[in-house]
Nanobody
Framework: QVQLVESGGGLVQTGGSLRLSCAASGFTLDYYAIGWFRQAPGKGREGVGCISSTDGSTFYGDSVKGRFTISRDNAKNTVYLQMNSLKPEDTAVYYC????????????????WGHGTQVTVSS
């Protein structure tokens, strides 16, 4: 059974950092692309970034580029989202997702989602 579990969210001040984890079970994480998304109150879901399975290439949304970094620990079957220089507008529930596809284009239609972890950035 494919499962994704996010953790690491919390309350942080503007300019602070957090590292989110996405622990996978039921499949080998490094075979597939994993995406990160977020949803702020009253807003639609936004793509944060993705790590592909082929060569570990990463892609980021414009709003987080240069501040967020996605990495993968294959031994732990876990993907991380390192978030630096956090802003109040980064406040959202963050989700990881996969469609069990190799390339990041596949995560846009992900079938498998975690339950999310709340990130709140205070001003």
């Amino acid at each position: 059974q494919v499962q994704l579990v996010e953790s690491g969210g919390g309350l942080v001040q503007t300019g602070g950092s957090l590292r989110l984890s996405c622990a996978a079970s039921g499949f080998t994480l490094d075979y597939y692309a994993i995406g990160w998304f977020r949803q702020a109150p009253g807003k639609g879901r936004e793509g944060v970034g993705c790590i592909s399975s082929t060569d570990g290439s990463t892609f980021y949304g414009d709003s987080v580029k240069g501040r967020f970094t996605i990495s993968r620990d294959n031994a732990k079957n876990t993907v991380y989202l390192q978030m630096n220089s956090l802003k109040p507008e980064d406040t959202a529930v963050y989700y990881c997702a996969t469609d069990l596809e190799v390339y990041c284009t596949g995560v846009l239609l992900s079938r498998y989602w975690g339950h999310g972890t709340q990130v709140t950035v205070s001003s």
